[in-house]
């Protein structure tokens, strides 16, 4: 999806509704920045905004990925390349964050390990000791219930025997044994239990 096309499409169905920036954003319970950093193609509007936002343009939200009117010969293609873009564009993005995830969580756990062993062999006072002991267990522990976040959003689990790709809750992802991001869970879908891996699309 071009940001920018869809970003000037925006502004000028805007402008034919007679709206500034600022009825907009009221229209919508935004700012008028937000609007603003849409039509400049330095953002998009939420998925859950589109329809609302459409609904006040006076356009559908093919019409809107697509920053251009659509003729009604061409509304399955536009309809298909924009589905495809969307999967492009959330796949790259779960695999965004599970990269932030990774560059995270290593040095965080690397530290918070280091911490504690200057804390446990080196000279110092108890009470020191006991406060930099203290300090790398809850960072330990803090990343890593904010990766265990980022990894079960990022993506879906796929389960071994039947293939179902889902996503699991917060708490069935980190009460999981797991090895690496492979965790063993209950299928949905099937009800088995086995090691089930991560992945970045919803289908092949």
Wanted: hydrophobic content about 40%; some cysteine; aromatic content about 6%.
């Amino acid at each position: 999806m071009d940001q920018s096309k869809i970003g000037k499409f925006i502004a000028s169905c805007r402008k034919a509704q007679g709206m500034t920036q600022a009825d907009l954003a009221k229209k919508l319970g935004i700012t008028d920045r937000a609007v603003s950093k849409w039509e400049t193609g330095k953002s998009m509007p939420d998925s859950g905004i589109m329809l609302e936002l459409c609904a006040i343009l006076g356009i559908n939200v093919n019409e809107l990925l697509s920053g251009e009117k659509v003729m009604s010969d061409r509304y399955d293609q536009k309809a298909e390349e924009n589905l495809l873009a969307m999967g492009q564009a959330l796949e790259e993005k779960n695999r965004q964050m599970l990269k932030i995830e990774k560059q995270m969580t290593l040095p965080t756990i690397i530290s918070g390990i280091v911490l504690a062993f200057v804390a446990s062999f080196a000279e110092m006072a108890l009470w020191v000791r006991a406060v930099l002991i203290v300090l790398s267990v809850v960072q330990i522990v803090t990343i890593a219930f904010i990766a265990v976040g980022i990894e079960q959003k990022a993506g879906y689990y796929e389960c071994q025997h039947c293939h179902h790709r889902y996503v699991p809750t917060y708490w069935q992802t980190n009460l999981a044994p797991h090895i690496g991001r492979t965790r063993y869970m209950k299928c949905p879908q099937c009800g088995r239990r086995s090691w089930h891996k991560k992945v970045l699309n919803k289908e092949d």
